[in-house]
């Protein structure tokens, strides 16, 4: 597997996980869990919050098999009040499912582009309904986690070298890198050499600048930087030290200068500015 698949994988389950974590704390259940659809694997359950045991971990989801199953093969939410006895799902995964002492099950699929990349869900071990409150909430950290992968989706594709010529995948990586280090070096004269490095990679960018005037702050471009490489809000204040909140007040205060309404527009329009390779 490629380098670049792998990382992809990584920071994918990284947003996964943190939106369990997100839903449970939002609604209080018990368990949460859910995994991702690769291409080579298939769907299987990588992330558990709160389970009691690893009977879940690494089950393989198959499109139409249990409640999961049915959510991967409809693409809808799907819920059961008592897993054991319910009869408008199949009963594959009863064995995992009873091991960790599950009765009422949700299940949000991920979608992006009309496809199914990941399904959610959150278990009572008791045999109560699932509140329109939990449901709301399970919704909303799919959505989180479909962001995540759409916008890694657009960056893939803005990224691809056009045949024939150089790619600049690799340039923009090292930028984006070059920018998340230089905050970091204490050396003065040595973190203006990295931002002088930084503003020639920009001036040598492919797309002559269409967008003249445009000036972006440091740390504005810092996070254009890393967005731009498919970094996530979590990923891109990690990199750079910050907050995610402050990471979203910085690429808010961008999209303002650039007139620009989504994040690829924001990357795409500071491009065009020349503030971005």
């Known amino acids: 597997m490629k380098e670049s698949t792998v990382r992809e994988h990584v920071e994918s389950s990284v947003e996964l996980r943190g939106a369990l974590l997100?839903?449970?704390?939002?609604?209080?259940?018990?368990?949460v869990f859910g995994g991702l659809l690769h291409e080579t694997r298939g769907l299987r359950i990588g992330e558990l919050n709160g389970?009691?045991?690893?009977?879940l971990h690494g089950l393989a989801i198959s499109a139409g098999s249990g409640l999961g199953g049915k959510c991967l093969a409809l693409g809808r939410?799907?819920?059961v009040t008592d897993y054991r006895s319910a009869r408008h799902i199949t009963h594959e995964y009863d064995g995992p499912v009873s091991a960790e002492g599950l009765r009422s099950v949700i299940a949000v699929p991920v979608v992006v582009r009309r496809k199914v990349r990941g399904v959610l869900y959150g278990a009572l071990r008791d045999a109560l309904p699932v509140g329109e409150r939990?449901?709301?909430a399970a919704v909303a950290a799919?959505?989180?986690v479909e962001q995540a992968l759409a916008v890694r989706d657009e960056v893939r594709e803005l990224l691809a070298p056009p045949p024939p010529g150089p790619s600049w995948e690799e340039v923009r990586q090292a930028y984006g890198e070059l920018r998340a280090l230089a905050p970091k070096v204490a050396d003065p004269e040595l973190r203006e050499r990295l931002l002088a490095v930084c503003g020639r990679l920009e001036t040598a960018s492919a797309f002559p600048a269409s967008l003249p005037g445009v000036t972006l702050t440091p740390r504005e471009t810092d996070v254009l930087a890393a967005v731009a490489s498919g970094?996530?809000?979590?990923?891109?204040?990690a990199r750079?030290?910050?907050r995610p909140e402050t990471v979203k007040g910085y690429l808010r205060s961008a999209m303002r200068r650039l007139g620009a309404h989504t994040r690829m527009e924001a990357v795409v329009a500071a491009r065009r500015a020349g503030a971005l390779p």
């Open 22 to 31: 997100r839903l449970r704390r939002a609604t209080g259940l018990p368990v």
């Open 240 to 242: 750079l030290g910050l």
């Open 77 to 79: 939410p799907c819920a």
């Open 142 to 144: 799919a959505r989180d």
């Open 51 to 55: 389970a009691a045991t690893p009977a």
């Open 134 to 136: 939990v449901f709301d």
């Open 231 to 237: 970094a996530t809000n979590a990923t891109a204040a």
